[in-house]
C-alpha cells in the first residue's frame, strides 16, 4: 500500500492543524496505522497510533496525549490527526505508516509501509 501525508504547513503556538494520511490501492480499514515524527537533529518518535477498523483502538504518546486525535474517515480512506493547541517542539515532519496488523502499536519497527512526510512549523 502507498501512504501519503498531507496538511502539514505554518502556525501560531496555540493554533490547530488537521493532518491525513491516504492510501493508494487498498482500503487503509484492515490496516493499523501510525503517526510519527522527526525533528532536526532527533530521532523519529511516535506520535499517535489507530488499531485496524473493527478495534477502534488508539494510542497516544504522552507528549501529545489530550491535544492530538487519531481518527479513521472511512468515505476518504484516509487516518487523520487532528492536531490541537500547537506548541513550538510540535514542529517536526509528520509521517504516516501502516502494517497489516490489528494491534496498535508506538513500535515503529512494526510498520512495514511509509509515506513521505509533511513538515509541521509551530512558530512561538
Known amino acids: 500500500v502507498q501512504l501519503q501525508a498531507s496538511g502539514g504547513g505554518l502556525v501560531q503556538a496555540g493554533g490547530s492543524l488537521r493532518l491525513s494520511c491516504a492510501a493508494s490501492g487498498r482500503s487503509l480499514s484492515t490496516y493499523r496505522v501510525g503517526w510519527f515524527r522527526q525533528a532536526p537533529g532527533k530521532e523519529r518518535e511516535f506520535v499517535a497510533a489507530?488499531?485496524?477498523?473493527?478495534?477502534?483502538?488508539?494510542y497516544y504518546a504522552d507528549s501529545v496525549k489530550g491535544r492530538f486525535t487519531i481518527f479513521r474517515d472511512s468515505a476518504k480512506n484516509t487516518v487523520d490527526l487532528q492536531m490541537n493547541t500547537l506548541k513550538p517542539e510540535d514542529t517536526a515532519v509528520y509521517y504516516c505508516?501502516?502494517?497489516?496488523?490489528?494491534?496498535?502499536?508506538?513500535?515503529?519497527?512494526?510498520?512495514?509501509?511509509w509515506g513521505r512526510g509533511t513538515q509541521v512549523t509551530v512558530s512561538s
Open positions: 505508516a501502516a502494517s497489516g496488523t490489528d494491534v496498535a502499536s508506538p513500535h515503529k519497527h512494526e510498520y512495514d509501509y
Open positions: 489507530t488499531a485496524i477498523i473493527w478495534s477502534g483502538a488508539t
